[in-house]
C-alpha cells in the first residue's frame, strides 16, 4: 500500500457504497480497490491519466471506471452517503459561509464591453490581426 492509498478502514466504510458487480465473464484481474486508489491518485496529484503508475492498473482500465461512474451518477450517491453517514455520526458540521469574493469573482468573468485608458475615456481597439 502506498502513502495516500485508501486504509483498510476507509475501504470497509467504502466497499457496501459501490454498486454491485455482475459475475460475468472473465474474473477481474485489477481489484476495484486498486483502480479507486489509481483514480485517488490521478485526482491527488493532477498528473495525466497516462502517468497513473502501473501498481493501480493499466491508465486505460483506470480512467474507464472513473468516467463510466461519473456519467452513471455513482460518484455522487457514494459522496451523498459518505455525507449522510458523517452527518449522522456528528463528523461532519454545515455553517453557511457568506462573503464578497463572489461579487468580485463575478465581475473579473464578465467579459469587459470597452476598454478604457487611466483617465477612464474609452480606448480605440483594433481587431485582432490574423
Known amino acids: ?13 467504502l466497499e457496501p457504497l459501490l454498486p454491485v ?3 460475468v465473464g472473465r474474473p477481474a484481474t485489477w481489484t476495484r480497490r486498486q483502480l ?3 483514480i485517488r491518485f490521478r485526482v491527488r496529484t493532477g498528473v495525466p491519466w497516462r502517468d497513473v503508475p502501473e ?4 491508465w486505460g482500465r483506470v480512467y474507464d ?10 460518484w455522487q450517491r457514494v459522496s451523498d452517503r459518505l455525507h449522510a453517514l458523517g452527518e449522522a ?14 461579487n468580485r469573482v463575478r465581475r473579473r468573468i464578465a467579459p469587459a464591453r ?8 474609452r480606448l480605440a481597439v483594433s481587431p485582432p490581426s490574423r
Open 1 to 13: 500500500m502506498a502513502r495516500g492509498d485508501l486504509t483498510d478502514e476507509q475501504w470497509a466504510l
Open 21 to 23: 458487480r455482475k459475475k
Open 36 to 38: 479507486i486508489d489509481g
Open 55 to 58: 501498481r493501480y492498473g493499466p
Open 65 to 74: 471506471l472513473f468516467r463510466r461512474w461519473q456519467r452513471d451518477g455513482t
Open 89 to 102: 455520526k456528528d463528523v461532519i458540521t454545515w455553517a453557511p459561509v457568506v462573503g464578497a469574493d463572489v
Open 114 to 121: 470597452h476598454r478604457t485608458g487611466i483617465d477612464g475615456n
